[in-house]
């Protein structure tokens, strides 16, 4: 039963447009949110968190928005640049005796076109 | 500036043989954990360990094993390989169990 889900496998955006990554998730245990990023034959690099008492968190071009009641949160990129195509990972973590263990999404496939 | 190193990169099996992969951090981070990815889906969480002397199942645990006998290392054991095994392993390290995990390059594991 996957309880991270991100229904894009893939997104392309041209250069200096936003990129816009979305994620759902079913556990509402869930308390901790992470993006990461991944280039082939690499490991996951992490990028961005929020816990869930904040509704966004920025950090340069990367802003995450989390909207609970929906289950729900959002990764923006602004502006997209080439060195952004990679494979974007959500992940959550959270509830009981979680320990940080990481419940990952599918990945979305990022191009970013000239 | 190593980070997570996941000893070896890359190995091919045949069913039935055992191996052991390697994970060292120099990060002195507490928690470690093993995932593995399968086209098409997220990582899943193998096994894990909270600290030097501990592991705990994780999502997919069945058919491996662990061992953190020494906090900066932490070790899965396929017993007796299958083809179902075969995947990308990855290794990730956190202080803390609300801080982000750091991965290894991983280890792309091949059972024929």
């Known amino acids: 039963d996957q309880q991270v889900k991100q229904n894009s496998p893939s997104l392309s955006v041209q250069e200096g447009r936003i990129s816009i990554l979305n994620c759902d998730y079913t556990?509402?245990?869930?308390?901790?949110f992470l993006w990461y990023k991944k280039y082939p034959a690499e490991g996951p690099t992490f990028l961005i968190s929020i816990s869930s008492i904040k509704d966004k968190n920025e950090d340069g071009r990367f802003t995450v928005f989390l909207n609970k009641s929906a289950k729900h949160l959002s990764l923006h990129i602004v502006p997209s640049q080439p060195g952004d195509s990679a494979v974007y990972f959500c992940a959550a973590s959270g509830g009981f005796d979680s320990w940080g263990k990481l419940q990952f999404g599918a990945g979305t496939q990022v191009v970013v076109t000239p | 500036n190593a980070g997570v190193t996941q000893t070896p990169k890359f190995r091919v099996l045949k069913t039935g043989q055992s191996m052991t992969l390697l994970c060292a951090q120099d990060m002195n981070h507490e928690y470690m954990y093993w995932y593995r990815q399968d086209p098409g889906m997220g990582l899943r969480l193998i096994h894990y360990s909270v600290g030097e002397g501990t592991t705990a199942k994780g999502e997919v645990p069945d058919g491996y094993n662990v061992s953190r006998l020494k906090k900066q290392n932490f070790l899965l054991g396929l017993e007796s390989a299958a083809p179902s095994q075969t995947s990308v392993y990855f290794c990730?390290?956190?202080?803390?169990?609300?801080?982000?995990?750091?991965f290894g390059d991983g280890t792309r594991l091949s059972i024929l």
């Open positions: 556990n509402s245990m869930f308390d901790y």
């Open positions: 990730a390290s956190s202080r803390t169990a609300n801080q982000p995990q750091h």
